[in-house]
């Protein structure tokens, strides 16, 4: 697989937020979001058994896999080997492409509003969705999609602390008209961690 980098931190956003994990950045994406703030096209072309190697050297049990896309490059053998050294591995995806059957938790993004058709979510279960929320494009709820722990609606990050405070106002605005979806922030950008 392509990796980006590996590291070692909290998860910054939904549902787990504020939980020790380490991180699998895997390189590239097949969307061109207008407000990625990922820088994930390098990377090194690493075996299953480097990331696992590397990914032990951790106490945590939590494996984030996220990109880039992390569904181009994901397969069953890597979620087992992770698996079999004691590790939970969750993903972060798009949903626009199947994932391995294996994976202990989905976190799906949903892009469609800002791509296209061709980002529509093929998932049909997840355990959250989060919304990268830009204040004028409304979160949808995908009635094919089950989904077992929650909606989150995350304000988007466009490096306007000025925008920025707009959107997260008008995400505490929407989540009071439907309370269906819960507040995320990106806790790990607030505490300047990785």
Known sequence: MKVNEIFYSLQGEGYHAGKVAVFVRLSGCNLQCPFCDTQHESGIEMT?????????????????????EPSLQLTNGFVDALHSIGKKVAVETNGSHPLP???????????????????????????????????????????????????????CDTGDPIRNAAITQAAIDYIKKDPRWTLSLQIHKILNIK
Request: hydrophobic letters at 40%; a negative charge.
């Open 48 to 68: 299953d058994e480097d990331i696992v190697s590397e990914v032990a050297k951790y106490p945590a049990r939590y494996v984030v896999v996220t990109g880039g």
């Open 101 to 155: 059957q294996n994976i202990d938790w989905i976190t799906l993004s949903p892009k469609d509003a800002y791509v296209g058709v061709a980002a529509k979510p093929i998932l049909e279960y997840v355990n959250e969705i989060k919304w990268v929320f830009d204040g004028e494009h409304d979160p949808l709820i995908y009635p094919h999609i089950k989904c077992t722990h929650g909606y989150f609606l995350q304000p």
